[in-house]
């Protein structure tokens, strides 16, 4: 490398400075002479006013004065969530455009985020009044396969498991609101519990309606996680198995007919009706889109919740979210209370589907349960019930747990809506 390429990054970064030096005195002296110019003529507009206000409404004049670091710094994180989603592929289907909601509405001067700004309107429309998670959970049942499930019906009970880390991160928010700086009402200890549910669109809903000044935060811990799944899970899952129950095979799963997938999501939705009404928009969007892919009546319209109408909604989706980081809402302690206790939450829901299939072993001796499908309860959909699979793989090469874990991961779907539907029915009032 030659010493002039070497010199070129200090020769960039010194121009930059300079300028930012530049812009903040020639400010400063332009609002000394607009002050003497006032006095001496106030009706007049000079050149040095003009100057002013020109540089005043600059993004470098804003980030070095003031609080304007802050948006800079938010600018950064948005940055981050791009790199994320594009760069790793962590979720890119939403990191990218709640980093790209981020960007924008931290931008000075630009008004995105204001009462009748692009974000602003996206987020008043839909999400505000529930409209796009609802849209995108139609999206979701559209995907969504339940064959696996019917066909091992068990798998249904570590799905319910691992809502603990739902539930179980209650507790911990009670124990964090001792930390001086750091308060956390019921409702919004609620919102950030879901997060166990590793089930973006139905954080993203529960905190709309409990706690929407943290739902930016929420979201991105909720959506983080999950895309972090092949990360957090497999240390969870070895540390609570050994390696002779990471190597049980279980049974092939029965075949399951195309009559039993078309009537599941309605027996759902009934019981949803009768026994749970608060769950009623969550679970009728997802039962309906399922409803749809599996009757076989509209291959349109289920090809359209696939791709367009799932497409489109999610892309709005991130955008709105991202309009809730903005400095002001974001940058709290309560920020980092959240993303701790989102990481509580997902792994006390990830062992404790592990754990309960190793105490459903105890009754299930002749058809043991392969542990690791129960971290799949989380509804990370099919993320974690590839994990599972992969760890199986890992034990055992001839191993194959891919279809049982769908079931536990479907089921996982399913109750992290019940969940929600609890939660809204004990403290919705």
């Known amino acids: 490398m030659s010493r002039h390429s070497r010199l070129h990054p200090w020769l960039w970064s010194g121009i930059v400075v300079a300028a930012l030096v530049l812009l903040v005195s020639a400010a400063g002296a332009a609002e000394a002479s607009q002050a ?12 040095s006013q003009c100057l002013l206000s020109v540089v005043r409404n600059t993004g470098i004049y804003d980030f070095a004065t003031g609080d304007g670091w802050k948006r800079l710094a938010m600018i950064a994180i948005g940055g981050v969530l791009i790199y994320l989603g594009a760069g790793k592929g962590f979720e890119p289907l939403l990191l990218v455009p709640i980093g790209f909601g981020t960007v924008l509405v931290n931008v000075p001067f630009a008004g995105m985020g204001s009462e009748h700004g ?33 066909a091992s019906p068990r ?9 603990f880390g739902v539930f179980g991160t209650l507790l911990g928010v ?15 200890a609620c919102s950030i519990a879901i997060i166990g549910g590793a089930d973006g669109p139905t954080s993203i809903y529960v905190a709309s309606k409990f706690a929407p000044h943290l739902m930016g935060s929420i979201a991105v811990a909720a959506y983080s996680y999950m895309a972090l799944v092949p990360l957090i899970q497999p240390p969870i899952m070895k540390l609570l198995t050994t390696p002779a129950e990471r190597r049980i095979r279980m049974r092939q799963v029965r075949p399951v007919s195309k009559l039993e997938k078309a009537i599941f999501p309605l027996l759902v939705l009934a019981m949803c009706i009768l026994l ?3 769950a009623v928009p969550l679970m009728g969007c997802f039962a309906f889109g399922n409803f749809v892919k599996e009757s076989g009546c509209v291959e349109r319209i289920t090809k359209a919740l696939q791709n367009e109408v799932m497409n489109t909604a999610t892309i709005f989706l991130g955008l709105g979210v991202g309009m809730q980081m903005s400095v002001e809402r974001f940058m709290q302690m309560t920020t980092l209370g959240i993303i701790v206790l989102g990481l509580l939450a997902f792994a006390l829901g990830t062992a404790g589907g592990v754990l309960f299939a190793k105490l459903m072993n105890l009754f299930c001796r002749e058809n043991p349960v392969n542990p690791l499908i129960g971290s799949a309860g989380v509804s990370a959909f099919p993320m974690a019930a590839r994990v599972s699979n992969r760890l199986g793989l890992e034990a055992d090469p001839h191993n194959f747990l891919l279809m049982h874990a769908l079931g536990a991961n479907v089921a996982g779907q399913i109750g992290s809506v019940v969940a929600a539907g609890i939660i809204l029915a004990i403290f919705g009032g």
């Not at 009670?174 to 919004?188: M, Q, R, S, T």
């Open 155 to 163: 798998t249904a009970i570590l799905g319910a498991a691992a809502q």
């Open 276 to 278: 749970l009404p608060a």
């Open 174 to 188: 009670v124990a964090l609101n001792l930390i001086p700086g750091l308060h956390f009402n019921i409702k919004e």
């Open 118 to 150: 692009l974000l602003g309107l996206i987020y008043t429309y839909g999400i505000a009044n529930e409209f796009l998670p609802l849209v995108v959970f139609m999206g979701i049942g559209a995907l969504a396969d339940f064959g696996p499930l019917l």
């Open 36 to 47: 003497a110019a006032s006095q001496a003529a106030p009706d007049q507009i000079s050149v």
